[in-house]
């Protein structure tokens, strides 16, 4: 859309500059400069939805860039109808050990888009057609209840030996003295944990427990108007499984080969050991109320043993750094430095307690994060993987931008960003705090749900003269986001949307679920995180403001941030 900055030639041709120079002309023509364009070609761009309605020639076309809403709900919803009404393709016998990740990669967008608010897709729909506004939510109540069914089919109960359940944690998660449920004394030498696999009667595994999971809180916390049976399905289904899973966590611990003294998680029994396992695992007991010091002790000197000299972090030690590892990583750290111990305020754990007391409360995340991991090159690598002519981000070095990366690389300079900030401003971070840091830091450094809600209604309050300057300055000189949003969006709007619904990795590859959901959830963290507010209500967003503005997604967890608080409260509550 506006002027291409030419790349410098390299000294020499190799096949990666021959890559990165064809990814850069495949690009190129979705930026060209709209004042070029026919009234014809902005017509036709019109009637695809790529341009908004409201186009007025006397502003830049930039400005009426639109994200295809109805057309992007309309593809991800079709994936959890029930089968009478649509199947998918016969393609998709490859992602058979992946049902409970197609349903995430599809719940987590169609909830960014309001597809289970109805203020949220009504102002969507309103925008981009003449229909009525709807009472409504865009999705039905049997398609969450459909995904709450699959979902337990996966789920499977799988026996192991009992190592050093710590039987403190384990009594004030779960009580010592219920009729049904064993006490720790009690318990024989081979328990009964279990986790979500990929399909009914398949091995359970961190990362399709940790997709079902986050599907499970993301319909937990619809509202219950709209969604009774759903919400309190998933509520349950939520509760009943804490403590397996819990003893199912303990039983993945490990020790990584030649790195003593470091407690790491598999991905499944026998599975391999990486940085994504000790995230998802942290995550899932995190919202489950469950992350206790036997969930956490030892792992953080696994994690900075996968920082690389590059700065960024690979799988495990001695990998390369990754844009997906990065992230896992950083938002494992932020879990482990900023809510220790979840529920040594809801119980009287004095185990909990002594280990709480050891964090002096005046050490923050960042003095933790500073003393084991080097922050400085982590930040450099991250800032680099932005693309300067694309403006998306791509997961390694010398690698090509794709559009997935929006969030694993954007949510991860989103959370060095936050943890810094929280350093500069509060020297002496709160420690103990139920809620883990970013809901906490969210009034100050997030907006609010509530006031993005209200901002929601307000569509006229929606303010154009962020965008009024061309590209390179838009929001620069207060934005302490550590990447440009502007380019990062431009390159989602432009370059990743499918005209007929979905996104992807970028032009030349086809549109599917897993793109949807993270570039959508990179949209997102690009919208929302380290807005400044200025005490006004825009929103750095590039194009259409109204039809572009999606919800805020949590940086740790990846799903809306009312889903993060409610699973805390509700499960913080059921604690005994
Ligand atoms: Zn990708």
């Known amino acids: 859309m506006?002027?291409?900055?030419?790349?410098?030639?390299?000294?020499?041709?190799?096949?990666?500059?021959?890559?990165?120079?064809?990814?850069?002309?495949?690009?190129?023509?979705?930026?060209?400069?709209?004042?070029?364009?026919?009234?014809?070609?902005?017509?036709?761009?019109?009637?695809l939805g790529v341009v908004s309605n409201e186009y007025d020639k006397s502003f830049p076309l930039s400005e009426y860039i639109c994200l295809l809403r109805s057309k992007h709900l309309d593809y991800l919803q079709r994936s959890l109808l029930p089968k009478e009404s649509y199947c998918l393709s016969k393609s998709f016998i490859s992602l058979d050990a992946s049902k409970p990740w197609i349903i995430y990669w599809c719940l987590q967008p169609l909830d960014l888009l309001g597809a289970m608010d109805t203020d949220g897709v009504s102002s969507?729909?309103?925008?981009?057609?003449?229909?009525?506004?709807?009472?409504?939510?865009?999705?039905?109540e049997d398609s969450l209840i459909g995904i709450v069914h699959t979902l337990e089919s996966c789920w499977m109960d799988i026996p192991h030996r009992l190592q050093d359940v710590d039987s403190c944690c384990y009594t004030c998660l779960f009580g010592d003295s219920d009729d049904d449920d064993m006490s720790i004394q009690d318990m024989p030498t081979q328990c009964l944990g279990g986790g979500y696999g990929g399909g009914p009667g398949q091995l359970p595994h961190c990362?399709?427990?940790?997709?079902?999971?986050?599907?499970?809180?993301?319909?937990?916390?619809?509202?219950?108007?709209?969604?009774?049976?759903a919400t309190k399905l998933a509520q349950e289904v939520l509760f009943r499984k804490r403590k397996p899973l819990y003893l199912w966590f303990l039983s993945l611990q490990c020790s990584y080969p030649y790195i003593p003294d470091t407690v790491a998680y598999c991905m499944h029994h026998d599975g391999e050991i990486d940085v994504r396992a000790t995230y998802t695992v942290?995550?899932?007991?995190?919202?489950?109320?469950i992350l206790t010091p036997a969930l956490t002790r030892g792992v953080l000197p696994f994690i900075a043993s996968c920082q690389t000299y590059e700065g960024g972090f690979g799988g495990e030690p001695h990998a390369e750094a990754h844009g997906g590892y990065t992230y896992c990583a950083l938002a494992a750290l932020r879990l482990l430095t900023a809510s220790p111990m979840s529920c040594s305020s809801s119980t009287h754990c004095i185990h909990h307690q002594k280990e709480s007391s050891s964090l002096s409360p005046n050490t923050t995340s960042h003095d933790l994060l500073s003393r084991n991991i080097d922050l400085d090159a982590l930040k450099g690598w991250l800032v680099f993987k932005q693309k300067t002519l694309e403006g998306g981000f791509a997961g390694r070095t010398n690698k090509l931008v794709d559009g997935c990366y929006s969030f694993w690389l954007g949510a991860s300079i989103a959370l060095l960003n936050i943890i810094e900030k929280c350093y500069e401003s509060s020297h002496g971070e709160n420690y103990g705090i139920v809620y883990d840091a970013g809901i906490q830091e969210q009034n100050e450094f997030w907006i609010s749900h509530s006031s993005f809600e209200d901002n929601e209604q307000k569509n006229n309050s929606y303010s154009h003269h962020a965008m009024e300057t061309s590209l390179p300055t838009m929001g620069c000189d207060k934005d302490e986001l550590l990447f440009d949003r502007t380019m990062l969006q431009r390159y989602i709007l432009l370059c990743c949307q499918d005209l007929n619904g979905g996104l992807r990795d970028k032009p030349s590859k086809p549109r599917d679920f897993y793109h949807s959901?993270?570039?959508?959830?990179?949209?997102?963290?690009?919208?929302?995180?380290?807005?400044?507010t200025n005490g006004d209500d825009s929103f750095p967003v590039y194009g259409d403001c109204k039809q572009n503005l999606i919800f805020a997604t949590h940086p740790v967890y990846n799903i809306r941030l009312k889903h993060v608080q409610q699973a805390f409260e509700r499960l913080h509550n059921m604690v005994k």
């Open 207 to 229: 990362a399709t427990s940790y997709a079902a999971i986050l599907s499970l809180c993301i319909v937990a916390g619809c509202d219950t108007y709209h969604y009774p049976l």
């Open 124 to 140: 969507s729909i309103a925008a981009s057609s003449t229909l009525p506004v709807p009472t409504t939510p865009f999705l039905k």
């Open 517 to 532: 959901c993270y570039v959508l959830s990179g949209l997102s963290t690009s919208e929302h995180v380290l807005r400044s």
């Open 282 to 289: 942290l995550c899932m007991a995190s919202l489950l109320n």
């Open 2 to 47: 506006e002027k291409i900055t030419s790349q410098e030639s390299p000294l020499i041709d190799t096949p990666t500059t021959n890559l990165q120079r064809e990814t850069e002309d495949e690009c190129k023509p979705y930026f060209i400069d709209t004042k070029k364009l026919t009234k014809n070609q902005i017509d036709h761009l019109r009637e």
